[in-house]
Nanobody, 125 residues
Framework: QVQLVESGGDSVQAGGSLRLSCAAS????????MGWFRQAPGKGREGVAG????????YYDDSVKGRFTISQDNAKNTVYLQMNSLKPEETAAYYC??????????????????WGQGTQVTVSS
């Protein structure tokens, strides 16, 4: 069955860096679209970055452009999110997911079917 497992979350100070990993199994990894989302307490889930694993085309929310990098390792069936210059307001649970519904935009949460359990990122000031 499809499984996504996130890891790499931690507590860091503002300006610090983290690399999140999303290990995938149970589907054809290199022909899908995968996204990273985050959800802070009391807020909705928002798109951070997305990657077309078939062509390595990437997308970013404007708030993270230049600081975050999404990448993939097909040999390991893993998608990464390198996060630099982290800000306190980016404290959230971070999730990876597979986009199953075509069309729309990569940010459309309802177009993603399978989600990982999330990994917590806490940024202190």
């Amino acid at each position: 069955q499809v499984q996504l497992v996130e890891s790499g979350g931690d507590s860091v100070q503002a300006g610090g860096s983290l690399r999140l990993s999303c290990a995938a199994s149970g589907f054809t990894f290199d022909s899908n679209f995968m996204g990273w989302f985050r959800q802070a307490p009391g807020k909705g889930r928002e798109g951070v970055a997305g990657i077309d694993t078939g062509g390595s085309i990437v997308y970013y929310d404007d708030s993270v452009k230049g600081r975050f990098t999404i990448s993939q390792d097909n040999a390991k069936n893993t998608v990464y999110l390198q996060m630099n210059s982290l800000k306190p307001e980016e404290t959230a649970a971070y999730y990876c997911a597979i986009k199953f519904m075509p069309g729309g935009t990569w940010r459309d949460v309802y177009r993603y079917k399978y989600w990982g359990q999330g990994t917590q990122v806490t940024v202190s000031s």
